[in-house]
């Protein structure tokens, strides 16, 4: 039987968070909740963009505190770029009693970055697609890391590689934190 876990990915926009998420989550058998639909979700029903950044954290996390509390794993699909949203999981990983583990994407070419974001359709409805610019203002919002977590950088690996990886280091004893 899997542990019940809770799984953070962070990273800038095409950095393959999300590709490695779906990877994850297939192998585990976990939830996905990808703030992002989320938040177009929240455009579509009429709330103005300034009103739904923190917004859509926060459903995201009331989804996975159900979801945890129900015994089922969760990858959480989202940047977190500051350390109040990094924070946030930490302590519903607290709350619930379940080991947190974050996973830090990064694509440490630019030119292979930017020709990511360039060509990449997403499809979610109400949500644009993020440019390059969006990129760049994101990055200088983007706090450094001050606590554990796995990083890969995509830059020059297969997402299969990096779903590898990222499986090889779940499964070291005391790879997440537990929080109880």
Request: glycine share 6%.
């Amino acid at each position: 039987m899997t542990k019940v876990q809770l799984i953070v990915m962070s990273g800038l926009p095409g950095s393959g968070k999300s590709t490695i998420a779906v990877g994850l989550s297939k192998i585990l058998r976990a939830a996905i909740l990808s703030v992002d639909p989320i938040e177009a979700a929240m455009w579509a029903s009429g709330l103005r963009k300034e009103q739904t950044g923190m917004a859509a954290y926060a459903i995201a996390q009331a989804l996975a505190a159900e979801n945890l509390q129900q015994g089922l794993s969760v990858i959480i699909d989202a940047v977190n770029p500051v350390e109040a949203a990094r924070a946030m999981w930490r302590d519903t990983a607290h709350r619930h009693a379940v080991p947190l583990t974050f996973i830090e994407v990064v694509c440490s070419d630019p030119q292979v970055h930017q020709t990511r974001v360039e060509q990449r359709v997403r499809g979610i409805p109400h949500m644009p697609e993020v440019s390059w610019a969006d990129i760049a203002a994101r990055r200088a919002e983007y706090e450094t890391w001050t606590g554990p977590r796995i990083l890969l950088d995509s830059a020059s690996s297969d997402p299969g590689a990096l779903i590898a990886e990222a499986m090889k280091q779940l499964e070291q004893p005391g790879h997440g934190t537990l929080l109880s």
